[in-house]
């Protein structure tokens, strides 16, 4: 096709650095010449995982619909870098996320922290476990997810470097009972 691609291990480069390359073509044993030399200088993008906020501790909500709260992810990088940063919030009613209910993605607030509310009421009166994530890959906003349902992710393109981070702790909450639940979900500040 006209060119090649090579792609460097995992830490062989190091961060905001100046790396110098050339390369040259081989047939048969025989090298031709070496390309001019050219440059590049490392910019690392990173996503930390965010701090749930609230609800934890296994606290009893006030509505089956109940607002997750996180600390903003810490990120590395330049913002034109990252891009759209994401928040990744996902529930599960077991604490190793086999039964996830609800994926829910929403954009990091610039006050530093950030909530979502859940799409539909949760079962009443059922321990739920909650963690979330840092992200800037092109993914769906939100999804609800029927049992057993996966959700399709799109490819990406374009200059962004697309990470995640790690999950964060998970969080637990409890939703209260179905006569107890009839509260509208509060609004988006902790």
Same mark, same amino acid.
């Given at each position: 096709?006209? /060119?090649?691609?090579?792609?460097?291990?995992?830490?062989?480069?190091?961060? !905001?650095?100046?790396?110098?390359? /050339?390369? &040259?073509? !081989? $047939? !048969?044993?025989?090298?031709?010449?070496? %390309?001019?030399?050219? %440059?590049? *200088?490392?910019?690392?993008?990173?996503?930390? =995982?965010?701090? #749930?906020?609230?609800? *934890?501790?296994g606290v009893v909500t006030a509505s089956l619909r109940p607002q997750l709260f996180v600390k903003n992810p810490p990120t590395t990088g330049s913002a034109q870098d990252i891009g759209l940063l994401l928040v990744e919030f996902e529930v599960a009613t077991d604490d190793q996320f086999v039964n996830v209910v609800e994926i829910g993605r929403t954009t990091a607030r610039?006050?530093? @922290?950030?909530?979502?509310?859940?799409?539909?009421?949760?079962? #009443?009166?059922?321990?739920?476990?909650? /963690?979330? &994530?840092? *992200?800037?890959?092109?993914? =769906?906003?939100?999804?609800?997810? !029927?049992?057993? @349902?996966?959700? @399709?992710? =799109?490819?990406?393109?374009?200059?962004?470097?697309?990470? $995640?981070?790690?999950? %964060? #702790?998970?969080?637990?909450?409890?939703? #209260?009972?179905?006569?107890?639940?009839?509260? =509208?979900?509060?609004?988006? %500040?902790?």
């Amino acid at each position: 096709e006209g /060119r090649t691609v090579h792609t460097l291990p995992a830490g062989v480069l190091q961060n !905001e650095t100046v790396s110098v390359w /050339r390369a &040259r073509a !081989e $047939s !048969e044993g025989q090298g031709g010449p070496w %390309s001019d030399i050219s %440059s590049f *200088t490392t910019q690392f993008v990173t996503i930390g =995982p965010p701090t #749930p906020l609230q609800p *934890t501790g296994g606290v009893v909500t006030a509505s089956l619909r109940p607002q997750l709260f996180v600390k903003n992810p810490p990120t590395t990088g330049s913002a034109q870098d990252i891009g759209l940063l994401l928040v990744e919030f996902e529930v599960a009613t077991d604490d190793q996320f086999v039964n996830v209910v609800e994926i829910g993605r929403t954009t990091a607030r610039d006050r530093g @922290e950030t909530g979502y509310t859940l799409l539909e009421d949760l079962a #009443p009166d059922t321990q739920f476990y909650w /963690r979330a &994530r840092g *992200t800037n890959e092109n993914l =769906p906003v939100t999804a609800v997810l !029927e049992p057993g @349902e996966a959700i @399709e992710l =799109p490819s990406s393109s374009g200059s962004v470097f697309e990470t $995640s981070s790690d999950w %964060s #702790p998970t969080a637990t909450f409890r939703t #209260p009972t179905a006569a107890a639940a009839t509260a =509208p979900p509060p609004d988006d %500040s902790p």
